[in-house]
């Protein structure tokens, strides 16, 4: 099963996203958890992902998230401007699947 998190500010921004993810992944036949999160909980939670986007909003915060993330091995994203803005969830997934190449 693949784990995503989603990040923003707040973690409401992101939430429709993870929903259209969600469904993005159940049409294709993969088992995917993805979830979102505010920005206090990124680094928390990025322990128990594959991936982790970030809302556009947080891009200041990449390099600061990435460090983190290095320890468990995964890759932290500014989620595409375009499939944030229109909730594009086979987009997002795509992102977040070539995240997960080398793991």
Known sequence: MKKILLACSSGMS????????????????E??????VGQDKAKEDMRKADAVLIGPQMSFLKSELQKEADQYNIQVEVIDMMAYG??????????????MVNQ
């Open 14 to 29: 992101t939430s429709l996203l993870v929903t259209k993810m969600k469904e993005y992944a159940q049409s294709i036949g």
């Open 31 to 36: 088992e995917a958890e993805i979830w979102a």
């Open 86 to 99: 229109m909730a594009d969830g086979k987009k997002a997934y795509e992102q977040a699947l070539s995240l």
